[in-house]
């Protein structure tokens, strides 16, 4: 299973985390989020990485050129769309950035949301279903109703977000079946510090999933 820890600011906790076990890790390119950072504060994380690390990029309504411009200098593999992009958006940055992931995420507030996921998958490699806030894009450690996504089986892999923690995730995955988690504020002591215990007892629960 791929396990995307996200909000990442500080070079020696990416790597930690990486060595914990992470697959991916997230940062936050949305200028509002208290984990916002800059190009140069991901090329920092990055090149403590081992290559195997997915490194993804969010973002949130923002100009394809300027997405572009992160994956280069950035080194990211992967770039999430956090906002309200469009299937047709999505399907031209896929197009012109044919070797990087392209990540959609869904945030969910109604059972008709998940409708989205049969147009969306698509024109995306994968897709994130998050938890709806009315006032925050992510990282808001709001759940899902986890029984609504019981049945949840799109066509393309797909991250469970939305409040997973240490405590949560277990009871998470013995009801939804997703391709890879995503967690952010579970597992911080603030927003964009990771709390490497609590990363640490992540992985412990996990075991060899
Ligand atoms: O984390 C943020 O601050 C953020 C801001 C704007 C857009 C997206 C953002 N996070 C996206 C993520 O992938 C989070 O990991 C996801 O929302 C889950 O967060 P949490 O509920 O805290 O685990």
Known sequence: ???KICGITQPQQGKAIADLGATALGFICVTTSPRYVTI????AVVEKLPSKVDSIGVFANTRPEKI????????LTGVQLHGDESPEFCQ???????????????????????????IYNLCVDTLLVDAYHPQQLGGTG????????????????????????????????SQVKPTGIDLSSGVERAPGDKDLQKVAQLFEKLGNR
Do not use: Y
């Open 1 to 3: 299973m791929r396990i």
């Open 40 to 43: 140069k504060q991901i090329q």
């Open 68 to 75: 572009k411009q992160a994956v280069v200098d950035g080194g």
């Open 92 to 118: 031209q940055l896929r197009e012109s950035l044919p070797e990087v992931e392209i990540i959609k995420a869904l945030r969910i507030s109604t059972a008709t949301d998940f409708d989205k996921a049969a």
């Open 142 to 173: 709001k759940t899902l109703d986890w029984q609504l996504l019981q049945n949840f089986q799109p066509s393309c892999p797909w991250f469970l977000a939305g409040g997973l923690t240490p405590h949560n995730i277990l009871e998470a995955l």
